[in-house]
């Protein structure tokens, strides 16, 4: 496996099809939601490295990305991607010599990661983010981008991360910004079901209250896809112009109509 084996704390439950798995069902938080064995059905069902069918949504989520991949400390040397969906922080990180090891819940979506960047500098595992094989200290920088927000304990996810990071190393975080959850009466457990599975909203003031008790400080929150341009799709007309147009454009608008898609939040651990 190469240069990941010096990061390993644990030997894998298994390897299938060259891919280790150290998922440990007894680590995990206890709650009625069976999230491994969901979001392993959701990864089967839904192609999260299929390219976005509607040009507005990718040209929002081209935004987003560019916003957590400035966040990544220069000098960053190895990276956890936790939650690692379509890989694109490995695209982008690992060309420049950056090694990130993505993981997943999901078999599928590491299996998925790894095909699409296929590099020296790229590892991956299945894990669970409250229960990661890796040695306390171990990483200069972890993203999770959109994960949050579906996890059953937000502030226990944070202190697992942050566990795995050095003393000063970087925790990245985006997820939806005042969301109002929807939901649905399921058909098969005529349960009251979130959409997307999201189990949580968050605004800025909620993520420092969240933070707060660990050791680690908010020292940067970033909106992020005004919902006026998005809806004007004014968006798209501005993706045409560049990135850093676009940027401060959004951000503009962000200050002057506060009514935006989703925010990145920039934790320091103490």
């Known amino acids: 496996m190469g240069w990941i084996d010096d990061i390993l704390c644990e030997d894998p439950k298994e390897v299938r099809d060259g891919v280790p798995s150290f998922l440990d069902s007894e680590a995990a938080p206890a709650t009625g939601f069976d999230y491994a064995a969901h979001y392993t059905t959701d990864a089967e069902v839904f192609d999260y490295f299929e390219e976005e069918g509607d040009r507005l949504t990718e040209t929002h989520l081209r935004l987003l990305r560019s ?18 969906g379509s ?30 960047v296929s590099s020296p500098h790229h590892a991956a595992v299945v894990a669970d983010a409250y229960h990661l094989p890796f040695a306390d200290g171990t990483f200069d920088c972890i993203i999770a981008s959109e ?21 000063g190393g970087t925790l990245v975080v985006s997820t939806p910004y005042k969301e109002q959850i929807r939901y649905s009466l399921c058909i ?7 959409h997307n599975a999201h189990l949580h909203s968050f605004d800025k003031e909620k993520m420092r209250r969240l933070v707060s008790p660990l050791p680690a400080e908010v020292v940067g929150m970033t909106l992020v896809g005004n919902k006026l341009l998005l809806r004007s799709h004014l968006t798209m007309l501005l993706s045409h112009l560049g990135l850093p147009f676009w940027r401060v454009v959004d951000g503009l608008f962000n200050r002057l109509i506060p009514k935006t898609e989703h925010f990145v939040i920039e934790i320091k651990k103490k």
Do not use: Q, W, Y
């Open 147 to 167: 994960i949050i927000e579906h996890t059953v304990d937000p502030r226990a996810f944070v202190a697992s991360l942050l566990a795995k990071l050095k003393p």
């Open 67 to 84: 916003t957590v991949m400035r966040r990544v400390p220069k000098g960053t040397a190895l990276l956890l991607d936790v939650g690692c």
């Open 87 to 116: 890989a694109f922080v490995a695209a982008h990180f690992c060309p420049r010599g950056v090694n990130v090891v993505s993981t997943d819940i999901a078999r599928a979506n590491v299996k998925g990661a790894l095909d699409k």
């Open 188 to 194: 098969h457990c005529n349960c009251k079901t979130p």
